[in-house]
């Protein structure tokens, strides 16, 4: 049965007393059987509200004492942190105590005066616990419950990646510089991690950006120790803070890692005519196709959920958005991704086919390679053109796609609007009024249209007469 405060209340003549009994999980750490403490009031409601606290300050007590049993330092200053809540105060380190109020000194004095003196709570007040500390490896490790709100729409895939840049960047580290936890890494340590990446950047083994993502991981991991330790912004120092490797004038790497944008000829006749992976499976051909002709990214498609769908609108479309609750939750890339892609002809047909989107793919990480490796084990991709060097990969279909934009003379902000790049970014400045409606999408979308399945679309004249159009139906005037 439950127990309420008042069960803990004993009037003495006029004055309350907080009594109970020691629970017995306590009993290794706490001498004695009952505790009996006055609550210095003959008011029964402010006794009943002293006594709640003076009994969360005692469990707090006791949890502290088995911590520094255990010798756990996290668990002593986490229970420490919460002993100190308890009497209205907060952690300060003992220099700040010296060199701060001299009042603020006295009454901690004053408070663990009568206090036994191996009470937790004697450290925790003056200042003198030991910070927890913990190597970049066990960062790593911690990185998703630290930062649990900013990942829960990942999806397993982009969960595993996510994790996996942390991990990575504490092995490289400790490869690097050596073992070191978040409080012991020094500037020096900093440096010369910075001045590692720098090196590989310049002989062309990783591009800058890669060299960079490092740096920044290691920075994040140091940062989320001082929010999860409760540190001080005044106390924090962060030695990779303004850290980074300078894009080169030239960067070697870029040349190797560049993605080719597949040939046209050999998307609208091998890739959609022809169906070449359908050798593989229906799946990753029809998520090519759609990803051929929409400009979206291979896992903005084989990633959406059934409820994005919408074949049977009067414009079918996907949507693309954040999704974060659900076995299907999904994260994009950045804010401007989530967009409606409008479905015409072969991608319309081929999305058809999968009315209940990819499962074979969603939330999976096998797709580029598998396609990949199908298409160059079987001799399938296209090409090189002479002179040209490097290789094709599936995801070059996203450039196509850019080219294709090109050849339609779509301007700069229908192209952002297509493949979910950030308007603001490109005017420079915050963006204004409405979201482009469904209708011009469809109409964008026609402009780089392949034919397939029935489906043809009009001259681009005759499309760009419709776009102004509807302007003009709007209200806007065009001359």
């Known amino acids: 049965m439950a127990t309420s405060t008042a069960d803990y209340l004993e009037l003495r003549g006029k004055t309350y007393y907080l009594r109970m009994r020691v629970p017995a999980e306590f009993a290794d750490v706490e001498p004695l059987l009952e505790i009996n403490r006055s609550l210095k009031t003959r008011d029964r409601v402010d006794a009943e509200a002293k006594c709640a606290n003076a009994r969360a300050a005692l469990f707090a007590e006791w949890r502290a004492r088995r911590a520094g049993k255990a010798a756990d330092t996290r668990a002593i200053f986490d229970t420490s942190i919460e002993l100190l809540k308890g009497w209205g105060l907060t952690f300060r380190p003992l220099d700040d105590l010296l060199t701060g109020p001299i009042d603020d000194l006295l009454s901690r004095i004053e408070l663990i005066a009568s206090m036994d003196l191996n009470s937790a709570a004697v450290p925790a007040a003056l200042g003198t616990l030991d910070l927890p500390d913990a190597t970049l490896a066990e960062m790593a490790e911690r990185m998703p419950d630290l930062k649990e709100a900013e990942i829960r729409a990942k999806n397993p895939r982009q969960l595993r990646e996510w994790c996996g840049n942390y991990k990575r960047a504490a092995k490289d580290f400790t490869a690097v510089i050596g073992k070191r936890t978040v409080l012991k890494i020094s500037e020096q340590d900093a440096t010369d991690y910075e001045d590692f990446w720098k090196k590989r950047a310049k002989s062309g083994q990783v591009t800058t950006n890669y060299a960079?993502?490092?740096?920044?991981?290691?920075?994040?991991?140091?940062?989320a120790h001082f929010d999860d330790i409760r540190l001080a912004k005044s106390k924090r120092v962060n030695f990779f803070e303004g850290l980074g490797v300078a894009k080169l004038s030239y960067d070697p790497s870029d040349d190797e890692r560049k993605k080719l944008p597949l040939p046209e000829k050999w998307i609208c006749g091998r890739l959609i005519g022809d169906r070449v992976l359908e050798g593989l499976n229906q799946q990753a051909s029809d998520i090519s196709i759609i990803a051929a002709i929409c400009?979206?990214?291979?896992?903005?498609?084989?990633?959406?959920?059934?409820?994005?769908?919408?074949?049977?609108?009067?414009?079918?479309?996907?949507?693309?958005?954040?999704?974060l609750e659900g076995e299907d939750r999904r994260e994009l890339k950045r804010g401007s991704t989530s967009r409606a892609v409008v479905l015409l002809g072969p991608a319309l047909a081929a999305m058809r086919r999968h009315p209940?989107?990819?499962?074979?793919?969603?939330?999976?990480?096998?797709?580029?390679?598998?396609?990949?490796?199908?298409l160059r084990d079987n001799g399938l991709f296209p090409p090189l053109p002479q002179g040209t060097s490097g290789r094709y990969v599936i995801s070059g279909l996203r450039h196509s796609f850019e080219d294709r934009m090109d050849a339609a003379e779509l301007s700069n902000e229908e192209r952002a609007h297509l493949m979910g790049h950030?308007?603001?970014k490109l005017r420079g400045r915050p963006v204004y009024g409405s979201d482009l409606e469904l209708r011009?999408?469809?109409?964008?979308?026609?402009?780089?249209?392949?034919?397939g399945d029935g489906w043809k679309p009009r001259p681009r004249k005759a499309i760009r007469a419709e776009l102004d159009r509807l302007r003009e139906e709007a209200g806007f005037r065009l001359e």
């Not at 960079?212 to 940062?223: C, D, H, L």
């Not at 011009?440 to 034919?451: F, T, Y």
Request: glycine share 10%; with cysteine.
């Open 212 to 223: 960079n993502k490092q740096v920044r991981y290691v920075r994040q991991m140091i940062n």
């Open 422 to 424: 950030s308007i603001g």
């Open 440 to 451: 011009v999408r469809a109409l964008l979308q026609e402009l780089v249209g392949i034919e």
């Open 356 to 374: 209940r989107g990819f499962a074979r793919y969603r939330g999976k990480a096998s797709f580029s390679g598998e396609v990949n490796g199908y």
């Open 295 to 323: 400009g979206c990214r291979a896992s903005e498609i084989y990633d959406i959920p059934e409820e994005d769908i919408h074949l049977d609108a009067p414009i079918p479309h996907i949507m693309l958005r954040v999704v």
